[in-house]
């Protein structure tokens, strides 16, 4: 991976903060204290530093990612701020399920596209999610621009919510997320 792509997923890259706020989207998917919240394919902690950070007092965040540099310099980062509230697994998130029926909040930032197999990705998510538990997915617009990744790799927001519904999961509701993005909510099936 080169060094401006795993820069891009770190928890601390000022430069992607100018264009997505992961604190205030973190607020609109609902996250609060005493939550369960796991973020799938978490990188170097963008979301899951600010999500363990909310959560200090009461919840518990979960973290998986293939890559085990990010999830130990993760380890580090939560260390160095006593955050103990931060569970991290190396993984492929087609094959890790963290708790059976435990989260609050399942989310993808940025990642569905990326994934072997986005389907059992997105199966694992429905096992991992409370009865009452909603599963996000926050992606790139399936547009032509300077960031993100190649046009062709993209998934539009009715592939995403195609994929999801077939996972299932009723989608609830599809709205932009700044510029550069799209968020999908949904829930389980058996709960409406």
Request: charged fraction near 30%; avoid cysteine; hydrophobic fraction near 40%.
């Given at each position: 991976m080169n060094t401006r792509r795993k820069h891009y997923f770190t928890a601390?890259?000022?430069?992607?903060r100018e264009w997505q706020n992961p604190e205030a989207i973190?607020?609109?998917v609902g996250?609060?204290?005493a939550l369960i919240f796991i973020d799938v394919g978490c990188g170097?902690?963008?979301?899951?530093?600010?999500?363990?950070?909310?959560?200090?007092e009461s919840g518990e965040v979960y973290g998986i990612d293939i890559n085990p540099?990010?999830?130990?310099?993760?380890?580090?980062?939560?260390?160095?701020?006593?955050l103990n509230n931060l569970d991290l697994t190396v993984g492929k998130a087609e094959e890790v399920v963290v708790c059976e029926g435990c989260a609050d909040i399942v989310f993808f930032g940025v990642v569905l596209h990326d994934f072997e197999d986005a389907s059992r990705?997105?199966?694992?998510?429905?096992?991992?999610l409370k009865p009452n538990g909603r599963l996000f997915n926050l992606d790139w617009k399936k547009e032509q621009m300077d960031l993100g990744p190649q046009f062709q790799k993209r998934f539009s927001e009715d592939y995403a919510s195609d994929l999801i519904k077939t996972a299932g999961?009723?989608?609830?509701?599809?709205?932009?997320?700044?510029r550069y993005h799209y968020l999908i909510s949904a829930i389980k099936q058996s709960e409406r």
């Open positions: 601390d890259n000022v430069e992607r973190l607020a609109d996250l609060k204290p170097g902690g963008f979301f899951t530093m600010p999500a363990a950070r909310l959560t200090r540099d990010y999830i130990n310099e993760l380890r580090e980062l939560a260390a160095k701020e006593n990705v997105l199966r694992n998510a429905n096992k991992m999961f009723i989608i609830e509701n599809i709205k932009p997320s700044g």
